[in-house]
């Protein structure tokens, strides 16, 4: 096992490695940016290293000084978290040169799996059910022409190298379909130095859902069940949940064997996630592999009672994975909210609540300064629970308890979303949140009770 880890990563998720490396008897160093000298992170870990300014390319994305530090500190690996560098194939690629392991699966992999239609190949060769579009990347205006004809519009561009709903468009008629394809390129190539494009058919309002797996290096794969992430914002996911409301057994049984699978054929080896996105019909389709921890890794740790964490750096240090599919229990229902920052500021008056089946993961303490310069995320609150309407009402409790001042935030949103009739219900799509979100505003200051509920 690892003696010494480098966390090249902030917030709440370099605690959470923090935490999870104490466990397990391993010492921390951690790199910060002048903006976090005093961070939770920084006082937490056995080693705090400076390596630059707040903006994020001179600090947390600057591989080089990342790597001299791991160097000098001694450590044994680098745990990327998520975000920054965890998909990048060549900062993957400059650990392993320098003996580092990389916390991750290897650079191969990460690329391979970072270029979209490529994956999209490998899965389709494998029996792996992808939306109907190209094969190939459209090399012309005319391909896209041809293509978007054969699988029937709307459609959707999508750039190979892309991420984060950059490079995307819809087109629902052919006549758009220049304009959106010139766009879509010029997109990606400034976001992505990459102007690879191909295109799906568009399915409109799909339930995004998604499987965490666990693979090692000895070809074992196992799956830790769904979360459905269908509420977003501009495609940033705001509250996950698992078990996924309203699928059959049948049905998520076929989705987590197609995760698998998806594992298997791309030799996977750590956890990462595979991302589907289901129609009206329940027909479901991957869209992409995630070859990283994701944010939201602990409502799948609340029902499967499986550190992925741990797992991850178990698996990356060349154990072999101490559980089974047959061994896979999951059992009872989790959601998590995001918590963000409107603006920057300082905590003042926080009271982060907790009890029965509550669990929060924040780096936030009173004084803290909330700066503009990272991602606006700053607290999780995942709630278990046996049924789905007692997950409800603890959350309910735990934003009522909840006290941030000093900054605005989304939690009184949050708070009303509860009562929307279609949440109660388990019943929404990725359109929810566009169609829904001025109404729940609307309701901010009201008291919303039960018996409003049904
Ligand atoms: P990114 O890596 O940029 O997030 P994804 O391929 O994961 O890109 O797509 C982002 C979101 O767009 C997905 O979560 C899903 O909600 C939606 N999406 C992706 N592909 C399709 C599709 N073919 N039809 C409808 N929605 C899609």
Redesign the pocket.
Known sequence: MFKRILIANRGEIALRIIRCAREMDIETVVVYSTADKDSLPVMGANYAVCIGPESPAKSYLNQDAIIETALRMECDAIHPGYGFLSENAEFASKCEEHNITFIGPSSELISKMGD?QEARKLMMENGVRV?PGSKEIIKSLKEAKEVAKEIGYPV?I?ASA?????G?RKVFEEKDLAKMFKMAKAEAKAAFANDDMYI?????N?R?IEVQILADKYGNVVSLGERD?SI?KN?QKMLEESPACGLSDEKRREISDMAILAGKVSGYNSVGTC?F?LDKDENF?F??MNTRIQVEHPVTEAVSDVDLIRQQIRVAAGLKLDIKNEDVELRGHAIEFRICAKTPGVIKNLHIPSGFGVRIETHLYNGYEITPFYDPMIAKVIVRGRSRLEVIRRLRRVLEEMVIDGVETNVAFLHQLTYHPDFLKGSYD?GFYEKEHSKIESWIGEVLTLSKDA
């Open positions: 979209k939306v959707l999508k892309g991420g984060g709903g950059r995307m799906e058919k568009l399915v409109i799909p995004h992430c977003q495609n991302e996105i389709y869209i992409e990725t």
